[in-house]
């Protein structure tokens, strides 16, 4: 499953002012105050050329060319399996449950990947 990713650069806005405010605690949600999920910003997809050696990542399946999917899928490279960047410079090596795959130049350098937590 995927989403749709903004490459939205916020580096230039002006924060807003800090504003103090009192909330009755029984008007809350409860379902609010027994949420645990944490909603961090998006990572934006880099090309397999652009991410560095050692990080762990998963491949934005969009960006696999049509013609290379069935033979990628083949050796293990699905879109919901976390990946280990080997090498990125030239041959792309990637290691999936333990083997390696190699990927050339020319078709790394189209693939899209987004960097996941070890």
Do not use: K
């Not at 090596?93 to 070890?118: F, W």
């Amino acid at each position: 499953m995927y989403r749709e990713i903004s490459n939205q650069d916020h580096l230039g806005s002006t924060p807003l002012p800090q504003q103090s405010r009192t909330v009755d605690s029984s008007a809350l949600d409860s379902s609010a105050l027994h949420s645990s999920a944490i909603d961090f910003p998006p990572v934006a997809p880099r090309l397999l050329r652009d991410l560095n050696r050692g990080q762990r990542i998963r491949l934005v399946r969009e960006s696999v060319p049509e013609s290379h999917r069935p033979l990628l899928e083949a050796m293990g490279l699905c879109n919901d399996c976390d990946l280990h960047l080997c090498q990125s410079r030239g041959t792309c090596i990637l290691d999936i449950d333990g083997s390696r795959v190699g990927i050339s130049e020319q078709v790394a350098s189209s693939i899209l990947a987004i960097p996941v937590s070890s």
